[in-house]
């Protein structure tokens, strides 16, 4: 600190005594001043954040996604040419830790077939060479944090003991993948089934199209390998016909807006078309699972029209006891997937 120049001493001699107070200034000095703005700019932007955070939890009631989730004992995804990832065969265990509620970590093991399907049972080999079942989905129907036996292809496998029911379905999947995986399956020359489950969310429209909104929810946090910056991505697109045809886009490039929702709807259909196609070809007979969406959507009254047996698998699943929560409120927890296994029953043993 400087010492005091000559006027500041004699200010200081000339206003000491006893009425030295009522006439004294006092000059905040700029550093005084600069923590002054700091500590009521640091007081303000608390305030906020709390009342922001209020204000979104009394909006967004439900408990936060978390991607805190683990994959062991390595990633869940293998990249695949056709399909741009198939999961990989073998045992893993995820472990998911909720965000923002006081709960313990989520532990659950899942087991890979030699084909890369979800098991559907303790002893799939007691159901070779019996008639087929396929479930084509999302992680709605894979079972997305359940553990194997509370999945509905596996509790609709307990039920079916005169069937083989095989789970096709993968996280990130859309409706685009079950065409591609059906005429995968077609091209081998094997069995096909004797009922195709094809599960249909709305939400399933920005994934056949691959938009830009669907590319950043999804590739910000997966067990899919997304750091990989080849991975492929399915796109559907239609000529000026109308017909529908497949692009391999890379997930980390693509157009900056989304197509327009009716061209999204529109290439759901033409994919809806081409599944029913090659059913009938095929003999077999496909059921649409609605899972979230409404009866009315255009894309199920286009299966209706093309002979899809339609069952209501809607749940709302911001209700507790439907969803995942803490660990993830937007997916079905394993009460909602016993509610999809007793409601698909009747459809395919109807049709089996």
Known sequence: MSPPTHETAAADAHTDGPDASAGRSYAISP???RLFVLVLSAFWLVVFAVLGLLLHRKLHPSFPVTRNVTCRPRPLGQQDPALGWRVFPGDFEFEAAAVGADAPPLRVACRIDPDGHRVTSADPARYLGKPEVWIFG????????????????WLL?????????????????????????????????RPMPRVA?????????????FTPTWRG????????PHEQRDLLYPKGVLDEQGRLS???????????ADAPREEQEAVTRAIFDELALLCNERHVRPVLAVQQASLEDPVVARCRERGFEVVDLNLDLTRPEYSLRPYDPSHPNAAAHLAYAERLLPAIERLR
């Open 157 to 189: 496998q307990e039920r079916l003991p005169d069937c083989r029911v095989t789970n096709l379905a993968a996280s990130g999947y859309g409706n685009l993948h079950a065409l591609l995986q059906l005429r995968l399956l077609a091209d081998q020359a």
């Open 138 to 153: 999302c992680s709605f129907s894979w079972g997305w944090l359940l553990p194997d036996e509370a999945t509905f292809p």
């Open 246 to 256: 497949v692009r391999m886009v890379h997930v980390f490039s693509g157009p900056a």
């Open 217 to 224: 929810a999804f590739f910000g946090g997966s067990t899919v």
């Open 197 to 209: 489950v094809f599960a249909y969310c709305a939400f399933h429209q920005e994934r056949n199209s």
């Open 31 to 33: 550093a005084r001043r």
